[in-house]
């Protein structure tokens, strides 16, 4: 089992910057994955937002977060962030973080609320 909780969220002005982490438990560590952030925005789908792989060497973003934010890990304490800097209205979302296996997520956190006033 694989237990993620998310933290730092919160409400900012636009150009603001927040650092959300998510820390894992349980009887797996994240170090030998690749971990995602992905965000869900009211009345919309969940998005991808940015991955890292498992020894934090190689970084993907979604074009409209890229150059803003930066995903990060700390293996030593099981430990994924996500900086977010200049931050939009429209990055306003629930963000979570997620273990990635082949083509999917397999163990979500519960979420951390982001909401960009501006």
């Known amino acids: 089992q694989v237990h993620l909780v998310e933290s730092g969220g919160g409400l900012v002005e636009a150009g603001d910057s927040l650092t959300l982490s998510c820390a894992g438990s349980g009887s797996t560590s994240l170090s030998t994955y690749v971990m995602g952030w992905l965000r869900q925005a009211p009345g919309k789908e969940r998005e991808f937002v940015a991955r890292i792989s498992s020894g934090g060497g190689s970084t993907y973003y979604a074009e409209s977060v890229k150059g803003r934010f930066t995903i990060s890990r700390d293996n030593a304490k099981n430990t994924v962030y996500l900086q977010m800097n200049s931050l939009k209205p429209e990055d306003t979302a629930v963000y979570y973080c997620?273990?990635?296996?082949?083509?999917?997520?397999?163990?979500w956190g519960q979420g951390t609320q982001v909401t960009v006033s501006g």
């Open positions: 997620a273990r990635r296996v082949v083509g999917s997520y397999d163990y």
